[in-house]
């Protein structure tokens, strides 16, 4: 029987100045942790933790694609601060708990890789998967997401905000002050429709996160990596 799969998730404070204090960045990392609990509950193999600098929890491995809405609400309800995010995908050791759980195993590998590729990159999300080729498609993805969702402005940020809890266009001017055609106007600059076509594909890439296998392209390439080391 295979093991079962598991989506470990990091976030790592940016540095900022305002929040050089020890205790203020200790604050935020747990406010953030207790957002992510209260919203993703239902979906948590293990609660989110304010661990040092980072934030860390395990997402059941088919719901995987919420880290696209993960990053979304942390963006959204923590700006201005920013985060660094991770995501990987395989076994654990140990027993997994909700409150307590080893943060070590091939998910953990992966997520702590995953991390370490964000301060490489001028992306803030990176992922590793079982399949290597869903892990360069799925991070090429992420690449257009957070470039999209970084040139987000304030004003964007308060109307994708409403939109994303359903509000109409005419509820969302009359709740911010403004008129419906600059309510439409921030969305078409933030290119909220195109942003959001980009994490739908996102999401159909995620769902295949949940079976451990390689694709043939992997296989292909697995398969050569052997021919050459034959050779050599």
Request: aromatic share 8%; charged share 30%.
């Given at each position: 029987m295979p093991p079962t799969l598991y989506a470990a998730v990091k976030l790592r404070l940016k540095k900022r100045r305002s929040l050089s204090p020890e205790g203020v960045a200790t604050d935020v990392l747990q406010e953030t942790a207790t957002l992510l609990n209260n919203y993703f509950q239902p979906f948590l193999a293990g609660k989110f933790f304010a661990d040092g600098t980072e934030i860390k929890g395990v997402l059941k491995v088919q719901e995987a694609p919420r880290i696209v809405q993960l990053i979304q609400l942390t963006?959204?309800?923590?700006?201005?601060?920013?985060?660094?995010?991770?995501?990987?995908?395989?076994?654990?050791?140990?027993?997994?708990?909700?409150?307590?759980?080893?943060?070590?195993?091939?998910?953990w590998t992966r997520v702590n890789r995953a991390l370490k590729d964000t301060a490489n990159s001028s992306t803030d999300i990176a992922v590793?998967?079982?399949?290597?080729?869903?892990?360069?498609?799925?991070?090429?993805?992420?690449?257009?997401?957070?470039?999209?969702?970084?040139?987000?402005?304030?004003?964007?940020?308060?109307?994708?905000?409403?939109?994303?809890?359903?509000?109409?266009?005419?509820?969302?001017?009359?709740?911010?002050?403004?008129?419906?055609?600059?309510?439409?106007?921030?969305?078409?600059?933030?290119?909220?429709?195109?942003?959001?076509?980009?994490?739908?594909?996102?999401?159909?890439?995620?769902?295949?996160?949940?079976?451990?296998?390689?694709?043939?392209?992997?296989?292909?390439?697995?398969?050569?990596?052997?021919?050459?080391?034959k050779r050599s």
């Open positions: 963006d959204l309800e923590m700006d201005p601060l920013r985060f660094a995010y991770a995501l990987g995908v395989g076994s654990v050791n140990g027993k997994q708990e909700m409150d307590t759980y080893e943060d070590s195993g091939p998910a590793r998967l079982p399949s290597p080729f869903l892990t360069r498609t799925v991070n090429t993805l992420f690449a257009i997401e957070s470039d999209l969702r970084n040139n987000w402005s304030k004003a964007h940020r308060e109307a994708i905000k409403l939109v994303r809890h359903g509000r109409t266009q005419v509820e969302m001017a009359e709740l911010l002050g403004v008129t419906q055609a600059a309510i439409s106007q921030r969305l078409k600059h933030a290119r909220w429709d195109r942003y959001l076509e980009v994490c739908a594909v996102i999401d159909e890439f995620l769902t295949q996160a949940r079976w451990k296998m390689l694709l043939p392209w992997d296989l292909k390439k697995e398969q050569k990596n052997k021919e050459a080391s």
